[in-house]
């Protein structure tokens, strides 16, 4: 009994929403941040002719219902995307903005997954789990749309449950993250070296001064 009254706790019993909608700001400004990233390199990503040739696209199995083929489908894609994610970070219909956010970053992800990190699929999920949650409950548009001008000075109260799938979302990435790390590199203090010196990886090289210095370089991979 005491198990299922904490779990009852956890998921349903209400409470304000400022930490999901604190939740909400962020993810909508780090989507905004991605899709104009991407948008500069649309054509070298997403063209024909660019460097994520059309076969590097995932099969036709995953595809086929929403293909971006050409750098116009790509722009158009990623204008609409810009679109959702600031009406994610305005809590303006942020769930159904949401849903369509999801969408888009799968279409595009599939047509070029050659050049995906971890990092684009843990905000992809992330946006698909806020479309499960009353995101809107304070600090939005819609808020202030229903309540009237003092609409955001108060939240509404909800249930919990979807915060507990980002959070879960979140503490899986950690568990996965650590364990991936822990081999023998990051044991003797030397990964966050091994990792700087990545050159294809990187836009701006770290100082010599950073990957050479033996002292720094462990505190850096055992902080980690």
């Known amino acids: 009994m005491r198990a ?6 956890a998921l349903f019993a209400r409470r304000t929403a400022w930490s ?7 993810l909508g400004l780090v989507l905004f941040g991605w899709t104009v990233t991407a948008l500069v390199d649309a054509g070298t990503w997403f063209a024909p002719d ?3 040739r059309i076969e590097a696209a995932a099969p036709e199995g995953w595809r086929g219902w929403a293909d971006i083929d050409t750098r116009g489908e ?3 894609a990623l204008s609409l995307l810009a679109v959702t994610a600031l009406m994610i970070a305005s809590g303006w219909f942020p769930s159904t903005a949401a849903v369509v956010a999801f969408g888009l970053l799968v279409a595009l992800q599939r047509r070029s ?6 990092g684009d699929l843990v905000l992809r999920n992330l946006i698909g789990l806020l479309a499960l949650t009353p995101s809107s409950a304070a600090w939005s548009l819609d808020r202030l749309r229903r309540g009237g001008p003092g609409g955001n000075a108060v939240s509404a109260l909800v249930a919990p449950w979807g915060v507990r799938l980002l959070q879960l979302q979140l503490i899986v990435v950690y568990l996965f993250a650590v364990w991936s790390k822990s081999g023998e ?3 003797n203090g030397t990964a966050v070296s091994t990792v700087l010196r990545l050159e294809d990886l990187q836009r701006v090289g770290a100082p010599d001064f950073l990957v050479e210095n ?3 370089v462990a505190a850096l991979t055992w902080g980690t």
């Open 185 to 187: 590199l990051w044991r």
């Open 214 to 216: 033996v002292t720094l």
């Open 113 to 118: 997954p050659v050049v995906l990190n971890s």
């Open 4 to 9: 299922s009254s904490w779990l009852e706790r």
């Open 20 to 26: 999901l909608a604190l939740a909400r700001v962020a």
């Open 50 to 52: 660019g460097l994520a």
């Open 74 to 76: 790509a722009t158009l």
